[in-house]
């Protein structure tokens, strides 16, 4: 089973963008997915996920009402949309597998991570 991040690049401040995670390997579309994200100098955090059983979604409180994500579970794909950037938003980002709870021991199944750098 893999996971594949892609979508980042520079952005500037107050703009958006999309990052994406392919999950292959498998058939089953029976999964949640989480975002983490890990600044320079810091450790990863947990941002927010996608529960597949009810299909809620959680988000960190600094990301809260500015990140969207979202599950294709045809395509097996899953989205992070960001809105609104921060400079402080600046990480590498990844997606991982199979749970809807803020910490990274939950998850089985790891990205490799995308950078997203919002500067002017």
């Known amino acids: 089973l893999q996971l594949q991040a892609s979508g980042g690049g520079l952005v500037q401040p107050e703009g958006s963008l999309r990052v994406s995670c392919k999950v292959s390997g498998t058939t089953s579309d029976k999964y949640s997915i989480g975002w983490f994200r890990q600044a320079p100098g810091k450790e990863r955090e947990w941002i927010g996920c996608v529960d597949h059983g009810n299909g809620r979604t959680e988000y960190e409180d600094s990301v809260k009402g500015r990140f969207t994500i979202s599950k294709d579970d045809v395509d097996h794909t899953a989205f992070l949309q960001m809105n609104r950037l921060k400079t402080e938003d600046t990480a590498i980002y990844y997606c991982?597998?199979?749970?809807?709870?803020?910490?990274?021991?939950?998850?089985?199944?790891w990205g490799q991570g995308t950078l997203v750098t919002v500067s002017s």
């Open positions: 991982a597998i199979d749970s809807c709870l803020p910490a990274a021991l939950f998850y089985n199944y």
